[in-house]
């Protein structure tokens, strides 16, 4: 199941490709986060791995997307890039801005603080020095109490309130002032106080108690200033320094100064640069978005534009605007294209005047031809009455016109297979009926040479859909050549149809085919032998129209031989037109070969499933032998040194495969039609075996 | 059997050499030939011949084969076998289309030449009173003529023939090579397009709406049979 799943999954993406991306792209992009750390993280579990596909899998038109879209790419990287850019450069100017504002803020601070302590310093001193001796007395006591005298705890409870209060009103809000017993001595009015209701105990940190108590000079920190009232708490600079009461003991006195106005400043700042970035973020983005855009749009054009060049639309071309490297670009695009479409066209009219040629050749030949042959006929027809050397001109002229006859209806059929205007007139028909025209077409000349022509497989319909005159014309061949070269004896027709292809073989047990033969048998004007007498007085191009017409097809001729042991044609032809070929229903080493009749006497498995070969293969036949053929080959490559059969397989076992298909135009690799064959399509006789064999046995 | 041995034949080629020759193969199979060698002169000389059968070179100066196939059709139903030397499909196509019964490529043999002739002749004379009928039409083999309620439709005698053909044997589904053998006379294989242009041609003329024929019925991969009547 998992393998399905992972299998149909670019398919399924494929199929929605109108999903909006943009949607839940964070979530999916946290998604493909964890994914990414689960998969780092849990290896192994099929049940992790299952919920993984299952995670990622609406991730795929996202990533699709991200691998196709270069100007999706540039954005999302500005963005990106942008974005660390503009945060980078909002925490230095944020913490620029904080820096110089606490700055004046301290040093302001600092000197108000210090002029406190020094005045609590004083005060402190002109209480235990006395009333009358000090100047300030009226302003350090506003009371005009005298405390002077009054070493008791009660007035020192009193002076450090007052103190706290005059000491606090100059600050007019700006700041507090607190005071706080050193250590936990408590007594004496040391007891915590501080100014416009500020918690002196929890606003003052720790710390800063500890540093004020370890020295006598003033330290400072920041804190939060919790006030009694239930007023908000707020950000605060505090100093504080120890200080001696009137009485000479030491207590801790702290000026909180709010840092109200500064943290609005910065905020201020702070808002300010973050929609600042925002902008710049989303103004870069779009930036990118135009500038790719002008770019991507031209290069997309020309994508465009070249698959259109590339389906035939020659005429299609970029618009050219400006001077830039794009119009650069489109310039050299449309000249290339303009000279494909030069060329092709040249190539067009050339194909096309050599069309014309011929039909022209065929028109002006074949009718002075036609007068001939009328001619030649009415001479042939009086010939009795002619003294015998003019009977026999009449007998040899008639003769050789028929000759000559095929011999230009062959060359018009190939140049006209040349100048690719040769046209399939495909319907489906059936194989058995043009066997047995060509069949019967050929029994005279059968009888002439004393062989018979059998025909096996036609128990069932073989339909495929072909052009029956070519068909007939191909088979016709192979039947007339199979007759010629069978010295007298059988030949066999063989039918066959499995899976999507339907094959016919011709089987003779003539001359054969010499090594490297089976390949040559196909080209223009090859003969077996050159002192053979020929007696149909063939014209060499029969077998290079029959690979022509069978190449029309999408089909293949193919020619397996072995040196006097006969040779066997095969046509394969696919059942329904434009449907590539995979393999074909009849092996084309029939399993009556010298080779592998050699193997049946060694008690050896044959190679090539001859099973096939004996009845019109069904689709099971071809199934159970199909598959076990693959181990036999190296079995019987050890089993059957080469050296040891005479009747090797023609050259190295390439020979036997010669056709290609039409639209590649391309001779097949050897193994190719099987190799295609593989799981679902074991109905078609799966030949590598085969094949390698052969190969292995040519070297 | 006399019919064809006066047969008048009209020989439409440019070549006089060829139209010489055919004159003496012609003459010596005891048909009357009677010769043009210019396409704009062809359909007078065929007035002034009534011929029974015409052989018409399709490349000729002036109006061309095609052409004058067309005219000859347009005015008569009298046999017409086409000369080619192009045995391409759209040639021989488009000649059978402009109303060609049947077509002989060049070179040609004498004998296949008359043996074709006289297929084409052959059928004028078997007079046998009948009467057929094929879908919702009323086919008078003797009176040759079609009927549908009681309108007659024009058929070619070669149309004619591949209508009774497929109207004598209802049941039957004849391939192309039959159809061939029996309204052509072919005996050996031939071109099967001749079936197929011919039946669109006949098509064209008897049914209601011949892309839905009704008369003359395809039955896929084998051939043609008569449509129910």
Redesign the interface.
């Known amino acids: 199941m998992a393998g399905d799943s992972a299998a149909s999954a670019p398919g399924g993406s494929g199929a929605r490709p109108g999903r909006p991306v943009g949607r839940a792209a964070g979530a999916r992009f946290r998604r493909l986060f964890e994914g990414g750390l689960l998969q780092g993280g849990v290896q192994g579990s099929p049940v992790l791995r299952l919920f993984l596909r299952w995670v990622r899998r609406p991730l795929l038109p996202v990533m699709r997307l991200w691998r196709r879209n270069i100007q999706l790419r540039v954005v999302a990287t500005t963005l990106v890039m942008s974005l660390g850019v503009v945060l980078l450069l909002g925490f230095v100017v944020i913490g620029q801005v904080r820096n110089g504002l606490l700055d004046a803020k301290v040093r302001a601070s600092q000197s108000q603080a210090t002029g406190g302590f020094a005045v609590a310093k004083q005060k402190a001193d002109e209480a235990a020095a006395g009333t009358g001796s000090g100047t300030g007395t009226a302003s350090s006591t506003p009371d005009g109490t005298p405390i002077g005298d009054g070493r008791q705890p009660q007035s020192v409870i009193q002076w450090m309130s007052d103190l706290v209060e005059s000491l606090s009103s100059g600050g007019a809000g700006a700041f507090d002032v607190a005071t706080l017993p050193v250590g936990d001595d408590s007594g004496g009015g040391r007891s915590p106080r501080g100014s416009g209701n500020v918690n002196p105990t929890s606003s003052v940190p720790a710390d800063l108690r500890d540093r004020v108590n370890g020295g006598t000079t003033a330290a400072q920190s920041y804190t939060e200033i919790v006030y009694a009232n239930g007023k908000e708490s707020q950000p605060a600079l505090v100093i504080g320094k120890q200080v001696n009461d009137p009485n000479g003991r030491p207590y801790e006195l702290y000026y909180l100064f709010p840092l109200t106005q500064e943290e609005k400043s910065l905020s201020l700042v702070k808002g300010t640069l973050a929609t600042a970035g925002l902008f710049v973020v989303v103004l870069l983005g779009a930036i990118a978005w135009l500038v790719v855009r002008q770019v991507v749009t031209p290069v997309r054009m020309a994508a465009g534009i070249a698959e259109r060049l590339s389906a035939g639309r020659l005429q299609e071309r970029m618009k050219v605007t400006g001077e830039d490297d794009i119009a650069r670009l489109g310039e050299a695009f449309n000249k290339m294209a303009q000279n494909l479409q030069l060329k092709i066209q040249q190539l067009e009219d050339l194909s096309r005047m050599q069309r014309r040629f011929v ?1 022209d050749v ?2 002006e030949l ?10 030649a ?2 001479i042939h027809e009086a010939r009795e009455d002619f003294d015998p050397v003019t009977a026999r001109s009449a007998e040899l002229l008639a003769d050789q016109l028929d000759r000559f ?1 095929s011999l230009l209806a062959d060359l018009l059929e190939i140049s ?1 297979f040349d100048a690719g ?1 040769a ?1 399939l ?1 495909a ?4 194989l058995r ?1 043009v066997v047995r ?1 060509v069949v019967s ?1 050929a029994e005279p000349l059968a009888e002439r040479k004393g062989s018979r022509i059998r025909v096996a497989g036609d128990q069932q319909p073989v ?1 495929a859909e072909a052009d ?2 070519r068909v ?1 014309r191909v088979l016709r061949n192979l039947v007339v050549n199979a007759v010629e070269h069978g010295e007298g004896r059988d030949v066999v027709v063989r039918l066959a149809s499995a899976g999507g292809a339907v094959a016919v073989a011709v089987r003779d047990y003539g001359v054969g085919l010499k090594p490297g033969e089976a390949t040559r048998v196909f080209s223009r004007f090859w003969r077996a032998d050159p002192a053979r007498a020929r007696t149909t007085g063939g014209t060499g191009l029969g077998l290079s129209i029959a690979l022509e017409d069978a190449r029309l097809h999408g089909g293949w001729l193919q020619a397996w031989g072995e040196p006097g042991g006969g040779s066997q044609f095969r046509l394969t032809l696919p059942r329904t037109a434009d449907e590539p070929l995979r393999g074909s229903p009849i092996p084309l080493e029939p399993k009556d070969s010298r080779r592998n009749r050699g193997l049946d006497d060694a008690g050896l498995p044959r190679g090539g499933g001859e099973k096939r070969a004996t009845v019109p293969v069904q689709q099971g036949g071809a199934r159970a032998d199909a598959l076990p053929a693959r181990g036999q080959s190296t079995h019987r490559m050890t089993a059957v040194p080469a050296a040891a059969d005479p009747a090797a397989l023609p050259g190295n076992g390439n020979g036997a495969r010669v056709v290609p298909r039409p639209a590649a135009g391309a001779r097949q690799p050897e193994h190719r039609p099987a190799e295609d064959a593989a799981p679902g399509t074991g109905t078609v006789a799966r030949e590598d075996s085969t094949e390698s064999g052969e190969a292995f046995r040519g070297r | 059997m006399m019919s064809f041995m006066k047969g008048r034949v009209l020989v439409v080629d440019d ?1 006089t ?2 139209a010489e ?2 004159g ?2 012609l003459r ?1 199979e005891g048909f009357e030939p009677s010769f043009v060698a210019d396409g704009d002169k062809a359909l007078a000389a065929f007035r002034e011949a009534k011929p029974d059968l015409v052989l018409l070179d399709l ?1 000729l100066p002036g109006r061309d084969g095609i052409e004058v196939c067309r005219l000859i059709r347009a005015e008569s139903g009298v046999p017409i076998v086409m ?1 080619t ?2 045995s ?2 759209v040639d021989v196509v488009v000649g059978l289309e402009s109303g060609a019964d049947d077509y002989i490529v ?6 296949e030449l008359v043996a074709r002739i006289r297929a084409r002749l052959r059928r004028s004379e078997e007079p046998a009173p009948e009467q057929l009928t094929i879908g919702d039409l009323v086919i008078d083999v003797a009176g040759h003529s079609v009927k549908r309620d009681g309108q007659s439709i024009a058929l070619t005698p070669l149309e004619f023939d591949l209508l009774v053909a497929l109207a004598r044997k209802p049941w039957q589904v004849f ?1 192309r ?1 039959v159809l061939l053998e029996q309204v052509w006379g072919y005996r ?2 031939a ?3 001749l079936v197929n242009v011919h039946v669109q041609r006949l098509r064209s003329k008897v049914e209601k709406d011949p892309e839905r024929p009704e008369i003359v019925v395809t039955v ?2 084998v051939g043609y049979k008569a449509g129910p009547s």
């Open positions: 039909s065929s028109h074949r009718t002075p031809l036609t007068t001939v042959r009328m001619a006929d009415v006859e006209r205007a046209a007139e319907e489906p028909i059936d009926e025209r077409g339909v029956a005159r007939e | 070549d050499a060829l020759m055919l003496i193969v010596g490349m000369l030397a192009k391409d499909t060049k070179p040609f043999k004498p004998k391939t090579e050996h294989a071109d099967t397009r896929r991969g």
